[in-house]
Each structure stands twice: as structure tokens, then as C-alpha cells.
């Protein structure tokens, strides 16, 4: 699969690859050890280029805004209070790549619901984004979404995202996604890195 070159302006976005994801919780995803090879593969050849982005629970529900008391009423069991130390690190062997510069947390499905995070790539001068990791089907499309709108070039690794629901991670990258085919690609990894410019 060829794609167009992707500029030295790219930033690769790993989204979730977090011990709560791969581990034996109520949001277990069995499929991240699928995907963990390709999305190690280009985080440790981007190193440079790439951002751990990690999802971060309120220590009670009643600690989140809005609807999100809901949503956690609904997962108390993945709240602060209820889980295991250090469920919201990064699994390995991602974790022994990212430098704390090269991490973001966020409360919010999109890593744009982070305050200042747009106007951070702008500022870096990034205009293309390459998005892997869990799930494909919420915090990544989430994310995708939103940096469509802002004008972004969207690259998805498909063989580098996974989501709990087979169906729907299906449902997104074969339907959804290719709506947007001018705004977005998808590419397998190897594609990605071929293409990259060094």
C-alpha cells in the first residue's frame, strides 16, 4: 500500500496503550498484544516524533464533570479508588520509550479535549498526525474526528489500532473512515514508515 510522503511536520499519536487497557480489567482489550509489535515498531523509529497519549480516570465518579458522573457510575470499577496501582501507565515496552515531555494525559475520549493541545502542535508546526492504538472505535476515532475538523492530515495505522468490539473496529476503518477519504488515509505500518520522510 502506497500512500503520499508524510513531511517532517507529522506527529505520531499513540493513543491508550495503557496496562488498563491490556490487562484484566472491565475495559480489557485483548487485541493491544495484537497491535502492541506495530505501534512499539513506530514509536521506537519516530521516537522523536511520537506522543504517548493516556486516558485518565477521576479517583471517584462523583469526581467528574457532567455526564461523566454517569459514565463512571456505570465503570466504578475502573475509578481511581478501585484500581491497582499503576493501571494507567503505559504498558512495556512503550513505557521505557517515553520521557515525560513525550506524554499527555487526557480526561476526555479526544486528546484534543486536552486545553492547549491544538494550538501545542500548531505551535510546533505539525500539520499531519499519525494515529495508533485503542480503541479504534472510541478515544482513537474520537480523536480523529476532531483533528479532522481542525485541518489536520489524518493517517491511521490499521494494523497498529484495535478496539475490544471487533465489529466496530471493522465498521470504522472499512466504513466510517473511508468517508473522509480526502482528509484521511489508512495505512499499514509499514507503509507509514516507508513513506516518512527521514
Same mark, same amino acid.
Given at each position: 500500500m502506497l500512500i503520499e510522503p508524510i513531511p517532517k511536520s507529522t506527529l505520531h499519536l499513540v493513543i491508550d496503550m495503557q496496562r488498563l487497557f491490556a490487562e484484566e480489567t472491565a475495559w480489557h482489550t485483548p487485541a493491544i498484544q495484537t497491535i502492541l509489535p506495530n505501534v512499539v515498531r513506530l514509536s521506537r523509529e519516530r521516537q522523536a516524533d511520537t506522543l504517548f497519549v493516556k486516558f485518565i480516570v477521576p479517583q471517584r465518579a462523583e469526581d467528574a464533570k457532567g455526564r461523566w458522573k454517569s459514565y463512571y457510575r456505570r465503570w466504578s470499577m475502573v475509578t481511581g479508588e478501585a484500581l491497582a496501582p499503576g493501571m494507567l501507565d503505559l504498558v512495556e515496552p512503550l513505557a521505557a520509550l517515553a520521557g515525560t515531555d513525550s506524554?499527555?494525559? #487526557? &480526561? $476526555? *475520549?479526544?486528546?484534543? +479535549? =486536552?486545553?492547549?493541545? @491544538?494550538?501545542?502542535? &500548531? +505551535?510546533?508546526?505539525? /500539520? $499531519? %498526525? =499519525? *494515529?495508533?492504538? =485503542? &480503541?479504534? /472505535?472510541?478515544?482513537?476515532? @474520537?480523536?480523529? %474526528? /476532531? @483533528?479532522?475538523? %481542525? +485541518? *489536520?492530515?489524518?493517517?491511521? !495505522?490499521? /494494523? !497498529? =489500532? @484495535?478496539? +475490544?468490539? #471487533?465489529? !466496530?473496529?471493522? %465498521?470504522?476503518? &472499512?466504513?466510517l473512515l473511508p468517508r473522509f477519504a480526502e482528509q484521511l488515509e489508512i495505512a499499514t505500518t509499514q507503509a507509514i514508515l516507508d513513506a516518512w520522510a527521514s
Open positions: 506524554q499527555v494525559e #487526557k &480526561e $476526555t *475520549f479526544s486528546v484534543f +479535549g =486536552v486545553s492547549g493541545f @491544538a494550538g501545542r502542535l &500548531e +505551535g510546533a508546526g505539525i /500539520d $499531519t %498526525l =499519525v *494515529f495508533s492504538g =485503542v &480503541e479504534t /472505535d472510541v478515544c482513537v476515532h @474520537a480523536s480523529v %474526528l /476532531d @483533528a479532522i475538523d %481542525l +485541518g *489536520f492530515r489524518v493517517i491511521v !495505522a490499521a /494494523d !497498529a =489500532v @484495535a478496539s +475490544g468490539d #471487533k465489529t !466496530a473496529h471493522t %465498521l470504522v476503518l &472499512e466504513h
